[in-house]
T-cell receptor, first 116, second 112 residues
Framework: GAVVSQHPSRVICKSGTSVKIECRSLDFQATTMFWYRQFPKQSLMLMATSNEGSKATYEQGVEKDKFLINHASLTLSTLTVTSAHPEDSSFYIC????????????FGNGTRLTVT | DAKTTQPPSMDCAEGRAANLPCNHSTISGNEYVYWYRQIHSQGPQYIIHGLKNNETNEMASLIITEDRKSSTLILPHATLRDTAVYYCIVRIPYNAGNMLTFGGGTRLMVKP
């Protein structure tokens, strides 16, 4: 079945540094990918929609200059958390839609970001 | 996407069937019912989806009422590894960029 690979699975960084998270569709092409964030004991919240070859669309309240999204190819989207702060510590998850009309979204295994 | 209502938590004995309900009374005619689950510290995993007919796969069965206002996900023989948060999502497959909106889900605890 379709697989979405997300890397790294865990990252610890110091406050003020930037972190890049990669999301790859392994056996299918994805013109659109979605980035979610999940805080402890909460549900997933959509942050942004990544579009291949064009600008990402951000949800209300998500700073586009802080969470940089690049979707340079049909199989890769990246999320860069710039100038990270402890409040950015969270579980970040990417997903991509399958190729047919009602196929489900496929999710990566998430990235646990801890900012110290 | 139509709003869904799920109980926040449920317990189930290992080996027994787990029946997880979902209410979606405002569902429209072209919206599908999707079920995902999220095991702790992992990304969501697709389980099953349906439009109006009951569906079954190797993981679970999905029972949708005739009026489509509610559905039940059935795990026929729950194991400890089925402990997870289960999300019921109702949506048109290709809309608003195809993203999913997650509610609170049901935290299923399978006990020995």
């Amino acid at each position: 079945g379709a697989v979405v690979s997300q890397h790294p699975s865990r990252v610890i960084c110091k406050s003020g540094t930037s972190v890049k998270i990669e999301c790859r569709s392994l056996d299918f092409q994805a013109t659109t990918m979605f980035w979610y964030r999940q805080f402890p004991k909460q549900s997933l919240m959509l942050m942004a929609t990544s579009n291949e070859g064009s600008k990402a669309t951000y949800e209300q309240g998500v700073e586009k200059d802080k969470f940089l999204i690049n979707h340079a190819s049909l199989t890769l989207s990246t999320l860069t958390v710039t100038s990270a702060h402890p409040e950015d510590s969270s579980f970040y998850i990417c997903s991509a839609p399958g190729s047919s009309y009602n196929s489900p979204l496929h999710f990566g295994n998430g990235t646990r970001l801890t900012v110290t | 996407d139509a709003k869904t209502t799920q109980p926040p938590s449920m317990d189930c004995a290992e080996g027994r069937a787990a029946n997880l309900p979902c209410n979606h009374s405002t569902i429209s005619g072209n919206e599908y019912v999707y079920w995902y689950r999220q095991i702790h510290s992992q990304g969501p995993q697709y389980i099953i989806h349906g439009l109006k007919n009951n569906e079954t796969n190797e993981m679970a069965s999905l029972i949708i009422t005739e009026d489509r206002k509610s559905s039940t996900l059935i795990l026929p023989h729950a194991t400890l590894r089925d402990t997870a948060v289960y999300y019921c999502i109702v949506r048109i497959p290709y809309n608003a960029g195809n993203m999913l909106t997650f509610g609170g889900g049901t935290r299923l605890m399978v006990k020995p």
